[in-house]
């Protein structure tokens, strides 16, 4: 697996502000980034967010939606599956997000020079193009081919959205108004957005806090990546870690209190749990959860809280690039038992999805995954996490990739078209159902 060092995090920005994402071709390979100029770039502005996020709210219940629940029984399940993005395929897309309350699907769509986030209403019809840039700006200050070796030069970036939970206002992160990685914010309701950090080191991986009230993101401004917190309603940013290696992925508990991450050197990085609410003494806990020797990524919580899912490159034939899918008990812990290291894993031989992490349904109770199988052209796969039951998912799609998955329980990703990547969308029917268009689910 490659280094994961915050030097290779910031450097990679271009590429989501993080790890290279899978190739589709191979799952050893990076991915050059492919990006295609904007219909319309947001003003700039450095006033405060204020007036971005002044009405964001978290929502009554945080707890996951109210989803029928059904089983997985080994048996393919045949999946009602369209591509949404069915304009001309002149471009790439990928890292499909829903909103929250899942009416809107953020995509980035990318040449070789530009990339930018589409927004899309539920039926697949553009409603907003977001990406900053800043005209006036001195291409000759920044030569990322230096670098990045074999990268294009003077990319202009932005991507990896974050959603707040009122599904209007989001961040995300733009090298374009000083070719410096920062957090920008912005909402459906405004064409302009706001720089919320100005700092020489590179910000990025940005996540809205299910409360609503703070953004946490990774920042190498003390020397090596740490997880900061941004409060909305003070404009003030705070330090949450220290240390020497690298914090990466900070991922929300779905009450807002805490952030899963990954801490690490290289090849072995550890899930830590990183309290946001400071204790009596002001101090911030972080509880080491996992502790065994192999190298664990892209920690996701269940959408009702009480489980993590994440990657690890534990397998009983020592390949450390064979990847496993682990399910963990939140509350529980720590975990260094090598010996019940088995017991955790839900699916072997998996894709790692870096951009997004494992997809959990609604239900809290399957989840859905890659099969690194290049035969069978990397199908998607869905997994019941207490029999472990596998069920192939009949998308009729290749080299599948970026699953991610709506409140209503409807599965965006992506796929190969032509040697092109474009964005589906798909439904699992209900038990006992007759597959439901993705229009009816929608």
Not at 208 to 226: H, M
Not at 297 to 321: C, H, M
């Amino acid at each position: 697996m490659r280094n994961l060092t915050y030097l290779t995090l910031m450097t990679l920005a271009v590429q989501g502000c993080g790890v290279v994402p899978v190739n589709h071709t191979t799952a050893d390979t990076a991915e050059t980034p492919a990006l295609p100029s904007a219909t319309q770039a947001p003003q700039s502005s450095r006033q405060s967010i204020d007036t971005v996020a002044a009405n964001v709210q978290a929502p009554e219940n945080t707890s996951a939606p109210s989803v029928p629940s059904w089983e997985v029984d080994g048996e393919p399940i045949i999946a009602e599956t369209i591509m949404i993005n069915d304009e001309a395929i002149d471009f790439n897309h990928s890292n499909p997000t829903w909103s929250p309350n899942g009416e809107l699907l953020a995509i980035e769509r990318h040449d070789e020079k530009n990339r930018e986030i589409q927004i899309l209403s539920k039926d697949g019809n553009p409603v907003k193009t977001v990406k900053f840039e800043n005209e006036s700006a001195d291409e000759s200050d920044v030569d990322l081919s230096l670098l990045l070796p074999g990268f294009v030069d003077k990319i202009r970036y932005s991507a990896s959205i974050s959603w707040a939970p009122d599904s209007n206002n989001f961040v995300y992160m733009s090298n374009g108004e000083d070719s410096n990685y920062d957090i920008y914010a912005s909402s459906m309701s405004q064409t302009e957005s706001k720089r919320i950090t100005d700092d020489p080191e590179k910000d990025g991986h940005a996540v809205w806090s299910p409360k609503g009230n703070e953004i946490a993101f990774i920042s190498g401004r003390q020397g090596s990546a740490g997880i900061y917190l941004h409060d909305i309603t003070s404009q003030q940013v705070s330090s949450l870690t220290t240390g020497t290696d690298s914090y990466l992925y900070p991922e929300w508990s779905p009450n807002g209190t805490a952030l899963a991450v990954i801490y690490g050197t290289n090849e072995n990085h550890d899930i830590y749990i990183v309290s946001t609410i400071p204790g009596a003494d002001g101090s911030i806990t972080s509880t080491h959860l996992v502790t065994w020797g192999y190298d664990d990524l892209r920690p996701v919580w269940s959408p009702d809280g009480s489980k993590i899912a994440f990657y690890s490159n534990y397998n009983q034939e020592g390949d450390t690039k064979k990847w496993a899918l682990m399910v963990i008990d939140a509350k529980a812990g720590p975990y260094s038992d090598e010996s019940q290291l088995s017991s955790y894993v839900i699916a072997e031989n998996v894709i790692p999805d870096l951009n997004r992490g494992p997809a959990w349904m609604p239900d809290s109770q399957h989840l859905v995954y890659v099969r690194n199988d290049k035969d069978e052209f990397n199908p998607i796969e869905v997994v019941n996490i207490r029999s472990k039951t596998v069920s192939r998912l009949q998308t009729n799609t290749k080299m599948n990739s970026d699953i991610n998955i709506s409140s209503k329980q409807v599965i965006a990703f992506r796929a190969q078209v032509d040697q092109w990547d474009q964005i589906f969308i798909s439904t699992i029917p209900e038990k006992g159902d007759t597959n439901p268009s993705p229009e009816e689910q929608l």
